[in-house]
């Protein structure tokens, strides 16, 4: 009987340190506190590959680089979790449900306008209410009804506005635009930011959502040429080099690319021709030592380039370090002390300063205002920065464009 008991208390010993190693419970630190950051991401299907599993690697990576910060005299590191949302609405409301009642979040992210929009009508109700970043939604989807809930990243309608006001200042002949979306809560953001930009510049504009998983362009492509507009926008840079084969000679402009799509490009008629919209991680040493340095680390990681979505890593996690530590807390319950600091603090970051704006557009502002560079390509894989619009002339355009100011 004795030796039964020594055996089972052996065992419970086992399973409790083995019960404690996975909690984490023997990784922290004594004398340091966590801060949970619950990020919700696609981590499965096209989207995943594409977006998803790159910013969660990106993320990993920031979370390791940071280490210890300071709050009110505490030491804190973060604790960043994650969980597939899909995209999509249903996977919003079941990560965000579990980012709370499961993982015991402080904070969430949430990637993707349907997601990010169900996830905020968790947050704002809670009690008290958590702070919850989106991204990828529209300007107009943040109010005053939603006061702790804010735009992080890929706020696509004032993002895309920069291209029109170099395209009206550089190429002043241009007077047609032709704008492919994708069939999502974002590129409808993005066809409506574009036709504002074109009635305010006088631009002749036409447009057309295909379904996100489009790989069969050319019928796409006869369409658009019948137009014969001076700038076709797309995220699909195939459609491009199909138009060139067809005599298309005028501009052609994309938000996103990689690496990867260089192959669709012939760079002779690319050259001067193909205009790239916001920080791109191939082309990011002109504009940042920094961030060239971490996404050199991520491709050594990785054996991969980091798709744009790694920007979030870059940025975030340092834009909420900053404002934990200047609102000298770091507890969900004091949400309001934070938001206020996040509403009225400027942020460094390595893209340089940014800070929550757009006020004049939404009644609220919480829209986090990135630096907006436009890169031209010049030969086989080579690009040049066009112009790089700040935060400030970024928000300005935006209030110009869509207030008429």
Known sequence: MKKWLMLAAVMLLCLALVIGIACGGGEEEEGVKKVKFGFGLPLSGILGAAAGLPA????????????????????????????????????????????????????????????????????????????????????????????????????????????????????????????????????????????????????????????????????????????????????????????????????????????????????????GKLVIITPQTFAIEELSPEAALFFADYEERYGAEAATSGFLALVLPDVMTQAVVKAGTADREDVEVIVDVLETETFDTALGPMYFGCEELNGIGHILLWPVPLYVALGPGEVQVAKVYTPEEVEALAEEIFLGR
């Open 56 to 271: 969660k690697q990106a993320l990993e990576m920031k979370e390791e680089k940071m280490g210890e910060f300071t709050v009110g005299g505490e030491r804190y590191v973060w604790d960043f979790i994650f969980e597939d949302s899909q995209g999509s609405a249903a996977g919003g409301v079941a990560s965000t449900n579990k980012f709370i009642y499961d993982r015991g979040v402080d904070f969430i992210e949430q990637s993707g306008a349907d997601a990010g929009i169900t996830a905020a009508m968790i947050t704002e109700e809670l009690d008290p209410p958590m702070a919850c970043f989106i991204t990828g939604a529209s300007v107009f989807d943040f109010g005053p009804d939603w006061p702790h809930t804010f735009g992080a990243h890929g706020t696509w309608d004032v993002e895309l506005l920069p291209l029109f006001d170099w395209l009206t200042r550089e190429h002043p002949e241009a007077k047609s635009v032709y704008m492919i979306y994708q069939a999502e809560r974002f590129g409808l953001a993005q066809d409506n930011a574009a036709e504002a930009a074109c009635d305010y510049y006088g631009l002749e504009y036409h447009s057309e959502a295909v379904p996100s998983v489009t790989t069969e362009v050319y019928p796409i492509a006869t369409k658009v040429m019948s137009y014969e507009p001076d700038l076709v926008m797309s995220p699909f840079p195939q459609l491009f080099q199909i138009m060139w084969d067809m005599g298309y000679e005028g501009l052609c402009a994309t938000f996103w690319w990689s690496e990867g799509y260089y192959e669709y490009v012939d760079w002779d008629k690319a050259a």
